[in-house]
């Protein structure tokens, strides 16, 4: 499916979406991807994208300046975080939302249009 913004570009907007895969700057990503700003890291071995470990290890690797909004998008239903990455991001004040993936993917596209520096967690299973 084709997402239309008018008058809104920015490359690393998703521009469409399938079964399994996003579309952005004219590549697709399949299964699991976590983007920040122009980084976008197809997880290509992850089992479970919202586990604690991986999780932690992910938003060790970023200053609190890189992002300021946190975006799970957990497939085809909206799923519950892990409690241990919950706890994490409300102990440290980080707005965030939970969604199906394709509220995730209109809402990231709003966010980016915003200027927001979103970390985002897509689980692509659609």
Same mark, same amino acid.
């Not at 586990?51 to 946190?70: A, L, M, S």
């Not at 519950?80 to 991001?89: G, V």
């Given at each position: 499916? +084709?997402?239309?913004?008018?008058?809104?570009? $920015?490359? +690393?907007?998703?521009?469409?979406?399938?079964?399994?895969?996003? *579309?952005?700057? %004219?590549?697709?990503?399949?299964?699991? *991807?976590?983007?920040?700003?122009? =980084?976008? $890291?197809?997880?290509?071995?992850?089992? $479970?994208?919202?586990?604690?470990?991986?999780?932690?290890?992910?938003?060790?690797?970023?200053? $609190?300046?890189?992002?300021?909004?946190?975006?799970?998008?957990?497939?085809?239903?909206?799923?519950?975080?892990?409690?241990?990455?919950? %706890?994490?991001? =409300?102990?440290?004040?980080?707005?965030? %939302? *939970?969604?199906?993936?394709?509220?995730?993917?209109?809402?990231?596209?709003?966010?980016?249009? +915003?200027?927001?520096?979103?970390?985002?967690?897509?689980?692509?299973?659609?």
């Amino acid at each position: 499916m +084709q997402i239309e913004f008018e008058n809104l570009y $920015d490359e +690393q907007f998703i521009s469409s979406y399938g079964k399994n895969f996003i *579309v952005i700057n %004219e590549k697709k990503y399949f299964n699991k *991807v976590i983007l920040l700003n122009s =980084v976008i $890291d197809d997880c290509k071995d992850l089992k $479970d994208l919202l586990n604690e470990r991986f999780f932690e290890k992910i938003i060790n690797q970023f200053h $609190d300046n890189e992002y300021n909004f946190i975006l799970f998008g957990t497939g085809k239903k909206t799923k519950k975080l892990p409690l241990k990455t919950y %706890e994490f991001i =409300v102990k440290n004040n980080i707005p965030f %939302e *939970v969604m199906n993936n394709i509220a995730a993917y209109k809402t990231y596209n709003i966010l980016l249009s +915003q200027g927001k520096k979103i970390l985002a967690f897509l689980d692509l299973e659609t």
